[in-house]
């Protein structure tokens, strides 16, 4: 038989710290987290940090900054009170959890954003709250730390509606495990949020300083690619004259091909060392696209 041993912690920064670690090399399968920890973590600086976003991952409907949220999936409040009843009912049961895991979801889905985040569960047992989650993948950088945060924002609210532990054990089990910098997890870039015909005018209206902002926004590693915004930049500068040169044109033209050939490519592959190279083309088009716009003076 085993066991998971729980290592004892006093700062959650040691749970992303070993995540890491473990990924330093590549992609890990099987990833085990295993803790405990006083419940005053919960309340921690840690999670001051990184509560903001961890809300907005909560939200039911999703914030539009975001393609969906786990809330969107777990029915927000609904979900959490369910949680909250099943405790009070029988806190030691097994069926105190958060699902979002449906096979609709994820048959026929592509490379479409769907959670990786699939099931979180709770139980409370003499003085002790256990909570265990999977994820069918995790990346430890910049997402494990908003992930380990909603653990402890759904921790807070079985304290206050149900009862006090004094020790938390957590369990985080991700079947792939991943270390990407520049990761975006899964936020829209500033040119995906905006509608064409605002990106018409302020394109017509010369305002390079945005279009810089736009391009920078769509360097880093989208899980989620999406195309729409550089599209309709591209439709609107086409039709702005002699305004934009033609080699900013052709840089934008050029780079838009090859985000739309990284996604593709991401339909068949989730590994991103299989579109490093063809991502490190596509950001020197970007960077060539952003230098020729600095040539033109900025709009007012």
Same mark, same amino acid.
């Given at each position: ?82 949680? %909250?009843?099943? $405790?009070? /009912?029988?806190?030691?049961?097994? @069926?105190?959890?958060?699902? +979002?895991?449906?096979?609709?979801? !994820? ?91 605002? %990106?018409?005018? $302020?394109? /017509?209206?010369?305002?390079?300083? @945005?279009?810089?902002?736009? +391009?920078?926004?769509?360097?880093? !590693? ?79």
């Amino acid at each position: 038989m085993v066991t998971i041993n729980y290592r004892s912690i006093t700062a959650l920064d040691t749970i992303i710290t070993d995540a890491k670690n473990a990924c330093g090399s590549g992609p890990v399968h099987n990833l085990v987290l295993a803790y405990e920890f006083s419940v005053e973590l919960v309340h921690s600086q840690f999670v001051k940090l990184h509560e903001k976003k961890a809300r907005e991952w909560q939200d039911d409907p999703p914030p539009p900054n975001l393609f969906f949220s786990h809330g969107q999936y777990f029915r927000g409040e609904a979900g959490i009170q369910y949680v %909250i009843k099943e $405790l009070k /009912a029988k806190s030691s049961g097994r @069926r105190a959890l958060l699902s +979002l895991a449906n096979m609709d979801t !994820f048959m026929g889905s592509g490379d479409q954003a769907v959670p990786s985040f699939l099931i979180a569960q709770f139980a409370i047992e003499s003085d002790v709250l256990y909570v265990t989650e999977y994820f069918r993948a995790i990346e430890v950088g910049g997402f494990l730390p908003i992930n380990v945060t909603e653990a402890a924002l759904l921790v807070r609210r079985i304290i206050e509606e149900v009862r006090r532990p004094l020790l938390i054990r957590l369990v985080m089990l991700a079947f792939q495990a991943h270390l990407t910098p520049t990761f975006h997890c899964l936020e829209r870039a500033p040119v995906d949020m905006l509608k064409g015909g605002e %990106i018409g005018v $302020l394109v /017509a209206q010369g305002k390079t300083a @945005r279009l810089i902002e736009w +391009l920078e926004g769509k360097k880093v !590693f989208e899980s989620e690619i999406d195309t729409n915004g550089l599209e309709e930049v591209l439709a609107a500068v086409k039709t702005s004259g002699d305004q934009y040169s033609p080699a900013f044109r052709s840089n934008l033209e050029q780079l838009l091909i090859a985000l739309i050939e990284i996604k593709k490519m991401r339909n068949s592959s989730s590994l991103e060392s299989d579109i490093t190279i063809y991502r490190d083309k596509y950001v020197v088009l970007v960077d060539s696209a952003i230098a020729e716009l600095r040539r033109k003076p900025s709009g007012t």
